[in-house]
């Protein structure tokens, strides 16, 4: 059957079946010339990565009864948050899913259980969601009192996830709930002089609920080999019998991106665990791509081994599957392998940073992109025109390795939990002048970095030059870590802007400084090398100066734009393009906020410009942490367009 008749039938069922209509994923707005809309890769015969917005929590089932395994997603980010329905049309175990059709809000923390037990039990915290295949989340019956669990904890949990699985052999459904403790891991800010964390780790425990005649009791955390199971955080327990000896193992999430095994050495009725150890294969340690991760146990190929179906941070869902066998003691499951669907929204990951930019010198603009996970991605423009279609997004390299900057560690402001991003944002200009685009890039680091394009290869990431003299290179005050003499560091997450802003015929930079101004750094070009000059604060804001994270402008008296004036980690997060956007002749700002903000450049002299606040360029929400601005000409009528990437890692035009 054809896709369209395919989603109308879907809702048509869908609203017999829940008594209202369900919603397709549309377009942002209906006014074409007045709102945002959300880019799709017009291919209707193409396939890319299955995905929602920001954070996958997947509920595999056969939704529709046809008797293959269907995904369902639930999604709470902005402004891409609903529950999904991802149709299997071809039964097979990796089929191309059908695009998604929403139906209705994200829910927030399901899980599902597959107990062998009649129907998938589905549950939010303290509650069970009864005829879920008709009725979704609107029928909730208690379990348990969720602050019985929660009172021992320092915060409340952000990870409170229910699931329901006879754990004790005796024909009843028992509960474990894994919840995570972030009282010891505090937030952010907390390193000594040589990057090593000096708060607490992350926790994660997992707590049994025993079914005893229909009523639930608290038995405490789960222990393993005599200890309490302390995952790092988001323990996303499973109970299942992995390793086919007849009773019931565990395997918990983390926050991170690895999963650990408990095999059970007791026996069915009265499990005992052995301590966890690391997933590994024949590979390596298994590890999802980003973190997050959000596993959920399943027979998903039905060959009689229970696999793990996987969401990520990014809105993937991946498939890592129980082989039957054994590696090292422990149950080999494959990599992870990422669930592909028929091509729908452009998406690349999750908090994407575009540049528009004919990057293969074909006439069109294409787009080159950074992302949450530390990635750069080339995507291109394959017809051109008002409404184009697109490639899917094509990881950049060096030497044949896939660029991805990454905190580890230490490189994040707000702590290890945060290992895995990279927050890549970007501006692409021809910064060493040898005819060739190149990309500059900030990231998680607060590192100002370019990568040389030399026509035919790119090059590794080297710092952006400064010629500080005599001075000590400036920093935020909350760094652990300095820069060398003459590296250029800034608030993290925050655009570095390539443009020859004096027409010099050198390009400069513009962006934050270490404390949230906005700042012109000159550039002259020493030696075929482009070396910037310390940063002059010459931007201006005319009826309030500082636009703070909170995305409202207020005044502080010196009239200098500060785009941001938080600390540590609720610092930088500014995303910054110009372009002359009402056709007067001068360079406007654009800045990430509930969608996209305009300075107006109302007054200009070489040390001092002067931006009016126009605010929002509509209502609409669409940044949950942040939005990045670009501008495009897709009609090619010489008026800039806007172009935002969002959170949810898709793509949002607005025509003008």
Same mark, same amino acid.
């Given at each position: 059957?054809?896709?369209?008749?395919?989603?109308?039938?879907?809702?048509? $069922?869908?609203?017999?079946?829940?008594?209202?209509?369900?919603?397709?994923?549309?377009?942002?707005?209906?006014?074409?010339?007045?709102?945002?809309?959300?880019?799709?890769?017009?291919? +209707?015969?193409?396939?890319?990565?299955?995905? $929602?917005?920001?954070?996958?929590?997947?509920?595999?089932?056969?939704?529709?009864?046809?008797?293959?395994?269907?995904?369902?997603?639930?999604?709470?980010?902005?402004?891409?948050?609903?529950?999904?329905?991802?149709?299997?049309?071809?039964?097979?175990?990796?089929?191309?899913?059908? %695009?998604?059709?929403?139906?209705?809000?994200?829910?927030?923390?399901?899980?599902?259980?597959?107990?062998?037990?009649?129907?998938?039990?589905?549950?939010?915290?303290?509650?069970?969601? &009864?005829?879920?295949?008709?009725?979704?989340?609107?029928? +909730?019956?208690?379990?348990?009192?969720?602050?019985?669990?929660?009172?021992?904890?320092?915060?409340?949990?952000?990870?409170?996830?229910?699931?329901?699985?006879? @754990?004790?052999?005796?024909?009843?459904?028992?509960?474990? $709930?894994?919840?995570?403790?972030?009282?010891?891991?505090?937030?952010?800010?907390? @390193?000594?002089?040589?990057?090593?964390? !000096?708060?607490?780790?992350?926790?994660?425990?997992?707590?049994?609920?025993?079914?005893?005649?229909? #009523?639930?009791?608290?038995?405490?955390?789960?222990?393993?080999?005599?200890?309490?199971?302390?995952?790092?955080?988001?323990?996303? %327990?499973?109970?299942?019998?992995?390793?086919?000896?007849?009773?019931?193992?565990?395997?918990?999430? #983390?926050?991170?991106?690895?999963?650990?095994?408990?095999?059970?050495?007791?026996?069915?009725?009265?499990?005992?665990?052995?301590?966890?150890?690391?997933? #590994?294969?024949?590979?390596?340690?298994?590890?999802?791509?980003?973190?997050?991760?959000?596993?959920?146990?399943?027979?998903?190929?039905?060959?009689?081994?229970?696999?793990?179906?996987?969401?990520?941070?990014?809105?993937? !869902?991946?498939?890592?599957?129980?082989?039957?066998?054994?590696?090292?003691?422990?149950?080999?499951?494959?990599?992870?392998?990422?669930?592909?669907?028929?091509?729908?929204?452009?998406?690349?990951?999750?908090?994407?940073?575009?540049?528009?930019?004919?990057?293969?010198?074909?006439?069109?603009?294409?787009?080159?992109?950074?992302?949450?996970?530390?990635?750069? /991605?080339?995507?291109?423009?394959?017809?051109?025109?008002?409404?184009?279609?697109?490639?899917?997004?094509?990881?950049?390299?060096?030497?044949?390795? /896939?660029? &991805?900057?990454?905190?580890?560690?230490?490189?994040?402001?707000?702590?290890?939990?945060?290992?895995?991003?990279?927050?890549?944002?970007?501006?692409?200009?021809?910064?060493?002048?040898?005819?060739?685009?190149?990309?500059?890039?900030?990231?998680?680091?607060?590192?100002?970095?370019?990568?040389?394009?030399?026509?035919?290869?790119?090059?590794?990431?080297?710092?952006?030059?400064?010629?500080?003299?005599?001075?000590? %290179?400036?920093?935020?005050?909350?760094?652990?870590?300095?820069?060398?003499?003459?590296?250029?560091?800034?608030?993290?997450?925050?655009?570095?802007?390539?443009?020859?802003?004096?027409?010099?015929?050198?390009?400069?930079?513009?962006?934050?400084?270490?404390?949230?101004?906005?700042?012109?750094?000159?550039?002259?070009?020493?030696?075929?090398?482009?070396?910037?000059?310390?940063?002059?604060?010459?931007?201006?804001?005319?009826?309030?100066?500082?636009?703070?994270?909170?995305?409202?402008?207020?005044?502080?008296?010196?009239?200098?734009? &500060?785009?941001?004036?938080?600390?540590?980690?609720?610092?930088?997060?500014?995303?910054?393009?110009? $372009?002359? @956007?009402?056709?007067?002749?001068?360079?406007?700002?654009?800045?990430?906020?509930?969608?996209?903000?305009?300075?107006?450049?109302?007054?200009?002299?070489?040390?001092?410009?002067?931006?009016?606040?126009?605010?929002?360029?509509?209502?609409?929400?669409?940044?949950?942490?942040?939005?990045?601005?670009?501008?495009?000409?897709?009609?090619?009528?010489?008026?800039?367009?806007?172009?935002?990437?969002?959170?949810?890692?898709?793509?949002?035009?607005?025509?003008?």
């Amino acid at each position: 059957m054809s896709t369209s008749f395919r989603n109308c039938l879907v809702l048509l $069922v869908s609203t017999l079946m829940l008594g209202s209509a369900c919603q397709e994923p549309q377009t942002i707005g209906t006014e074409v010339d007045s709102e945002f809309y959300r880019v799709n890769y017009n291919r +209707p015969d193409a396939t890319s990565f299955l995905g $929602v917005g920001l954070w996958a929590w997947p509920l595999p089932m056969d939704y529709d009864g046809d008797g293959d395994m269907d995904l369902l997603v639930s999604c709470p980010d902005k402004p891409f948050n609903g529950l999904y329905f991802f149709e299997n049309t071809s039964g097979a175990a990796f089929p191309d899913f059908a %695009p998604p059709v929403r139906l209705g809000d994200a829910i927030p923390k399901v899980q599902v259980s597959h107990t062998g037990l009649g129907e998938p039990k589905v549950t939010i915290p303290g509650a069970v969601l &009864r005829n879920f295949l008709t009725a979704l989340d609107s029928l +909730p019956e208690a379990l348990f009192p969720v602050e019985e669990l929660t009172k021992d904890l320092g915060k409340n949990p952000r990870f409170n996830q229910w699931k329901m699985a006879d @754990y004790d052999g005796d024909g009843d459904l028992d509960i474990l $709930v894994g919840m995570d403790d972030w009282s010891d891991y505090g937030w952010d800010n907390a @390193y000594d002089s040589t990057g090593n964390w !000096v708060n607490g780790p992350l926790h994660g425990y997992v707590y049994l609920l025993e079914n005893k005649d229909g #009523e639930y009791h608290n038995r405490g955390r789960l222990q393993a080999r005599g200890k309490e199971i302390d995952v790092y955080g988001a323990p996303s %327990p499973n109970l299942a019998d992995f390793d086919g000896d007849g009773d019931l193992d565990l395997i918990c999430g #983390e926050f991170l991106d690895r999963l650990t095994y408990f095999e059970n050495v007791g026996t069915r009725e009265k499990p005992e665990y052995a301590a966890g150890v690391f997933m #590994e294969n024949q590979q390596g340690p298994i590890k999802m791509d980003l973190e997050m991760i959000i596993p959920v146990a399943v027979d998903w190929d039905q060959d009689g081994h229970v696999d793990l179906i996987v969401g990520d941070e990014d809105g993937r !869902v991946a498939w890592i599957r129980n082989t039957g066998k054994m590696h090292h003691g422990i149950p080999e499951f494959t990599s992870p392998r990422y669930f592909r669907q028929q091509a729908d929204h452009l998406k690349f990951g999750a908090l994407v940073t575009p540049v528009s930019v004919d990057w293969d010198n074909d006439g069109d603009e294409d787009l080159i992109a950074g992302n949450s996970a530390g990635y750069i /991605a080339f995507i291109e423009n394959l017809t051109g025109g008002p409404n184009p279609s697109w490639a899917e997004p094509e990881l950049l390299e060096v030497n044949g390795e /896939a660029i &991805r900057i990454q905190a580890g560690e230490n490189g994040s402001i707000q702590g290890p939990a945060e290992a895995k991003w990279g927050y890549t944002t970007l501006s692409v200009a021809d910064w060493d002048g040898d005819g060739h685009q190149d990309i500059i890039f900030n990231s998680i680091w607060g590192k100002v970095e370019w990568i040389r394009n030399t026509g035919t290869e790119l090059k590794a990431p080297q710092p952006v030059k400064v010629d500080w003299g005599k001075q000590d %290179p400036p920093y935020p005050a909350w760094n652990w870590w300095k820069p060398e003499a003459d590296e250029l560091v800034s608030q993290w997450r925050t655009t570095p802007y390539a443009i020859d802003w004096n027409e010099d015929g050198v390009m400069d930079l513009i962006m934050l400084d270490q404390e949230g101004y906005l700042t012109w750094y000159q550039g002259d070009s020493k030696a075929g090398e482009t070396i910037l000059q310390p940063g002059k604060r010459i931007f201006y804001g005319e009826n309030g100066a500082t636009f703070n994270n909170k995305n409202e402008v207020q005044d502080t008296g010196n009239g200098l734009l &500060r785009l941001n004036i938080a600390e540590a980690g609720s610092s930088g997060r500014r995303k910054i393009s110009f $372009v002359d @956007y009402d056709n007067d002749g001068d360079l406007d700002l654009l800045v990430n906020s509930l969608n996209v903000s305009l300075f107006e450049n109302i007054s200009q002299s070489p040390d001092k410009v002067v931006f009016e606040h126009k605010g929002t360029l509509t209502d609409k929400m669409l940044a949950g942490h942040t939005t990045s601005p670009t501008f495009v000409d897709w009609n090619n009528d010489g008026i800039p367009e806007v172009l935002a990437g969002a959170e949810d890692g898709h793509f949002y035009h607005l025509p003008r």
